[in-house]
């Protein structure tokens, strides 16, 4: 079954809404969780690495006043889409993994459409 | 940049072996070997992965070189349910994991 939830899988906001995405490990916990975007057609981007307890880090380019990234206790990180534009509209995903170097598990993405 | 490279689209027949290759020349000592695959509008989904020793699990086998600068994702008999973009990962957990562009796998009937 699923190690990694994410909420919801789609999503249809207006323009200048915030949008907040889950992402849940069901049976591990995760300290560190990665948040990607992937565009159609395209590989995924990762966006930002999601810290347990500490702010998290940001790739080049990603602006983090407009992606919020929350990563409260050990099985729950969140992503706030702030004040939406249309160019956000994109694929969400988020992975985690256990200790060591067990496999990254991913969530089933969110779907977010700004319109 | 992502520190592997592969094809970006291959072809087999269903019910066929695929032999997928995965080109990682800059892979250090701890780095491990992971390949995933994923489907239309879903998240990646684990495969399998290695160190230094080829694996097998029940969905494929990895073969990896002596020099561990490249590796091939094989899959004994493909379905149609193999279709689907396969990522080749190298890194250890505590990287940020960077995609590349993978290889598009396409399964004619």
């Known amino acids: 079954g699923a190690v990694v939830s994410q909420h919801p899988s789609w999503v249809i906001c207006k323009s200048g809404t915030s949008v907040k995405i889950e992402c849940r490990s069901l049976?591990?916990?995760?300290?560190?969780m990665f948040w990607y975007r992937q565009f159609p057609k395209q590989s995924l981007m990762l966006m930002a690495t999601s810290n347990e307890g500490s702010k998290a880090t940001y790739e080049q380019g990603v602006e983090k006043d407009k992606f919020l990234i929350n990563h409260a206790s050990l099985t729950l990180s969140t992503l706030t889409v702030t004040s939406a534009h249309p160019e956000d509209s994109s694929f969400y995903i988020c992975?985690?993994?256990?200790?060591?170097?067990?496999?990254?598990?991913f969530g089933n993405g969110t779907r977010l459409t700004v319109t | 940049d992502a520190k592997t490279t592969q094809p970006n689209s291959m072809e087999s027949n269903e019910e066929e072996p695929v032999h997928l290759p995965c080109n990682h020349s800059?892979?250090?000592?701890?780095?491990?070997i992971h390949w995933y695959r994923q489907l239309p509008s879903q998240g990646p989904e684990y495969v399998i992965h290695?160190?230094?020793s080829n694996v097998n699990n029940r969905m494929a086998s990895l073969a990896i070189a002596e020099d561990r600068k490249s590796s091939t994702l094989i899959l004994h008999r493909a379905t149609l349910r193999d279709a689907a973009v396969y990522y080749c990962?190298?890194?250890?957990?505590?990287?940020?994991?960077?995609f590349g562009k993978g290889t598009r796998l396409h399964i004619l009937p």
């Open positions: 990962l190298v890194g250890n957990r505590d990287d940020k994991i960077i």
């Open positions: 290695g160190l230094t």
């Open positions: 800059t892979i250090s000592g701890t780095d491990y």
């Open positions: 049976d591990f916990q995760a300290t560190t």
């Open positions: 992975s985690a993994g256990g200790r060591g170097n067990s496999p990254l598990h």
